[in-house]
Structures are given as structure tokens and as C-alpha cells.
């Protein structure tokens, strides 16, 4: 490896989810300082032994439970980051929920909100929090989708977050510029994990058909991505190698949206 992120302070939230991990891996043999992040002390640990299966015991994995829609939680991990390792170079804002398919008439209000909760304001509180941490030069990397840039029916408030995301990803693009602070967004297509097993489980009754195998005949690539495909995205956008790069849409969607 080529070191890119040595001695980088990176915090992740969703860290136990697929593209987390993954993200979390490809960061620690790039040299990297890492705050896992996540709902419960059951998925830290699951991730925490899967890292351990490729890397042994890192003393630069740490780990700490939070709800990102809740400022305190926010604001608490960020602290034990800051605390441990100083101030961050990375937040790869990641966490997530789906809700249901539904119509836009008949979709729960709870679970709107619940949505919107996670992905719209967890990105805000996330780097409200953190932006008072980050070095000079730092980078932010928010999870969209390709519903970033797009729609579908039956998926209002994932979809109505996942464009919200954007539009707060350039706010902080512009006001993080006179520090070097770079703020962009990644966009995944399909990616073959359990979150979009779950999505896809929903969508083929929604379709009267297999939504994996719609997916992939609609997907230029003809395939679902891997999560480390996804994490090789955010690594370009926290290293050096985007240093030019702020406000962006990255598309990693195997040309779905092309």
C-alpha cells in the first residue's frame, strides 16, 4: 500500500455496514487512524472482529456507539475521536436507513421522518459537530445514491434525503473552502450487501419481479458493485489525489446514471 492516509484521523459513521468496513480496512492499510462508528455495541463488535480477521489487534481502531440524528451522540464521539488521536482529517459520513416502499399517499409519516432524521440531519449534525475539529486541508465524503440524482416510486423519503444530502454538501463545500476543507458526495448504484438485500427484498414485490436481477440488467456493468469498490471512492476523495476536487457528485453507479 501506499500510505496515503498515514497517520490520518478518520471518523466513520455507519462503520459496521458493509461500505463502512470496508472503507474502515482499505483506511487502516492505507495507514490511517479510524473511529468506527455505529447504532450498537453488537455491530461495532462484529466489524471490529471482521478487521481483526485481516489485520490482527490495531491500535488504531477505535470504536464508539452513537445515534448520528441525536447532537449530543454527535458531539460525544467526536470529543473521544478528538481526545484520543487530536483533530480529524476524515469524516466519511455514512450512516443510513431505508424506511419502506410505499406511495407517496399511503407512506407511515414516522418512518419519514425517521429517514430524513438519519441521512439529512445526521450529515448536518455530523459535520456541524466536526468542522471545529478538522485540520486545515481535511476532507468530507458524504454517502448519497444514485436516488441522489435521480428518483424512483415508492421510495419518497430515501429518495427526498439522499437529494438532500447534495444540497447540504455544497453549502459546506463553500463555506469549508478557505480552509482547503474539500466536501463531496459519493453516489453507489446497487451495491451487493446486506442493506441493498434488504431494499431489493421490498422492491420485488413492489416490480412482480427479482429486483437483484432487474438491477443487473439495468446497470450498464451488469453487475451490483462490492463495498470495496465503493471504499476505493473515498479514499480517492480523502487523499491528496483529489486535492483539487470540492462540491462534487461522484458517481459510482456502474453508468446507471449515465
Not at 480496512?25 to 485481516?54: F, P, R, S, Y
Not at 481535511?138 to 444540497?167: E, F, N, P, R, W
Not at 436481477?213 to 450498464?220: R, T
Request: glycine share 10%.
Amino acid at each position: 500500500m501506499s500510505q496515503q492516509m498515514q497517520n490520518k484521523v478518520c471518523m466513520i459513521t455507519g462503520g459496521a455496514g458493509s461500505i463502512g468496513l470496508a472503507t474502515a480496512k482499505l483506511l487502516l492499510a492505507e495507514g490511517a487512524k479510524v473511529m468506527l462508528v455505529d447504532l450498537t455495541d453488537a455491530a461495532l463488535e462484529q466489524a471490529v472482529a471482521a478487521i481483526g480477521a485481516d489485520f490482527g489487534t490495531v491500535d488504531r481502531l477505535a470504536c464508539c456507539v452513537a445515534d448520528v440524528s441525536q447532537s449530543g451522540s454527535v458531539a460525544n464521539f467526536v470529543s473521544k475521536t478528538v481526545g484520543r488521536w487530536g483533530n480529524v482529517d476524515l469524516l466519511f459520513s455514512n450512516a443510513g436507513n431505508f424506511g419502506v416502499v410505499a406511495s407517496v399517499t399511503e407512506y407511515p409519516e414516522d418512518v419519514f421522518d425517521s429517514v430524513l432524521a438519519v441521512h439529512v440531519k445526521g450529515a448536518f449534525l455530523v459535520a456541524k459537530h466536526t468542522l471545529p475539529h478538522m485540520n486545515d486541508g481535511g476532507s468530507i465524503v458524504i454517502t448519497s445514491s444514485i436516488v441522489g440524482v435521480t428518483g424512483d416510486a415508492g421510495v419518497c423519503a430515501y429518495v427526498t434525503a439522499k437529494h438532500a444530502q447534495v444540497g447540504l454538501m455544497r453549502v459546506l463545500a463553500k463555506e469549508a473552502a478557505p480552509r482547503n476543507i474539500r466536501v463531496n458526495t459519493i453516489h453507489p448504484g446497487p451495491v451487493d450487501n446486506e442493506f441493498q438485500s434488504h431494499v431489493e427484498k421490498n422492491l420485488s414485490t413492489a416490480l412482480g419481479r427479482d429486483a437483484t436481477a432487474f438491477f443487473n440488467e439495468i446497470v450498464p456493468l451488469r453487475r451490483h458493485a462490492r463495498a470495496e469498490e465503493i471504499a476505493r471512492s473515498v479514499l480517492y476523495l480523502a487523499s491528496d489525489a483529489s486535492s483539487f476536487t470540492t462540491g462534487s457528485r461522484l458517481m459510482v453507479d456502474g453508468g446507471l446514471s449515465a
